[in-house]
């Protein structure tokens, strides 16, 4: 009679997330994980073939906590853009290895676009473009894409240290983009 499984693929994934985004996801190792899981590796390649499958859905685990967290992030701001990018600027200041893995790294590529992910199921992005349109933007599409350079470099620059402005300075140059960019 065989043994029976003491360990679920959820409670593989959880570990593997919780050490993605303490510490990486480059630093997912079978013996790491097997440890953080607290199970020998023989489970984890029962459950998963290789580690790349494992990856995989650690990925749509991260994905699924950027969407949380912006859908519970404040949307107060009038002008568009602003509490979009206030939200991705804050994941990537308190969860920068998350958003290195979505955002940076070529580990996700090929899962979802930038746009699919920050969109999400509820369209966050159309919702602004939608949003600009209606004060009168002549190519809200167009000011997207020139919003979403800058709030992707201010991302990536809160990832490394750079960016240290609090949220007041962020919403004054968000909105200051915003205007500059709809002339």
């Given amino acids: 009679m065989s043994r029976k499984a003491t360990i679920t693929q959820e409670e593989i994934v959880n570990a593997a997330f919780k050490i993605t985004r303490k510490e990486g996801f480059e630093q997912i ?6 440890a953080a899981a607290g199970c020998s590796t023989q489970p984890i390649f029962r459950i998963y ?27 107060t701001h009038e002008t568009p853009f602003v509490d979009m990018g206030l939200a991705y600027i804050g994941f990537a200041q308190k969860y920068p290895h998350l958003f290195r893995l979505l955002f940076i ?3 996700g590529s090929g899962q979802k676009s930038m746009y699919d992910l920050v969109n999400g199921k509820n369209e966050n992005v159309v919702k602004e473009i939608n949003r600009a349109a ?11 894409m020139q919003m979403w350079i800058f709030i992707h470099g201010a991302g990536c620059m809160a990832v490394t240290g750079d960016y240290d402005l609090d949220e007041a300075a962020s919403v004054e140059k968000l909105e200051s983009a915003f205007k500059a960019f709809s002339r």
């Fill in 49 to 75: 073939e290789n580690m790349d499958a494992l990856k995989k859905d650690v990925y749509e685990k991260a994905a699924e906590n950027y969407l949380e967290y912006y859908d519970k992030c404040e949307k």
């Fill in 134 to 144: 209606a004060l009168g933007v002549v190519d809200a599409q167009d000011l997207f």
């Fill in 29 to 34: 190792t079978s013996r790491k994980l097997a």
């Fill in 105 to 107: 790294s070529q580990e």
